[in-house]
Nanobody
Framework: QVQLMESGGGLAQPGGSLRLSCAAS????????MSWFRQAPEKARELVAS????????NYADSVKGRFTISRDNAKNTLYLQMNSLKIEDTAVYYC???????WGQGTQVTVSS
């Protein structure tokens, strides 16, 4: 079955960087567009970034455009999110998801604080 395991979260200072990873299994990763979502406390889950199956097309929420970069390594069945110039408002649990499936991983906590 579809499994997604996010990692790489942690504590960062404003202006800092983190790189999230999502290890995928149970489906043909290279055939599916993927996305990163995030959910801050008491807020709805929101789409952060998406990437096509080949990696050739990406889309970003306005709030992260120019600071975050989504990428994938289809040989390793892994999705990435490089987060630079972090802001306090980026604090959230980050989740990856295959657009075709309803399965969510456990998420990884990102906390941006001075």
């Amino acid at each position: 079955q579809v499994q997604l395991m996010e990692s790489g979260g942690g504590l960062a200072q404003p202006g800092g960087s983190l790189r999230l990873s999502c290890a995928a299994s149970g489906f043909t990763f290279s055939s599916h567009p993927m996305s990163w979502f995030r959910q801050a406390p008491e807020k709805a889950r929101e789409l952060v970034a998406s990437i096509s199956a080949s990696g050739g097309q990406t889309n970003y929420a306005d709030s992260v455009k120019g600071r975050f970069t989504i990428s994938r390594d289809n040989a390793k069945n892994t999705l990435y999110l490089q987060m630079n110039s972090l802001k306090i408002e980026d604090t959230a649990v980050y989740y990856c998801k295959a657009q075709m499936y309803t399965k969510w991983g456990q998420g990884t906590q990102v906390t941006v604080s001075s």
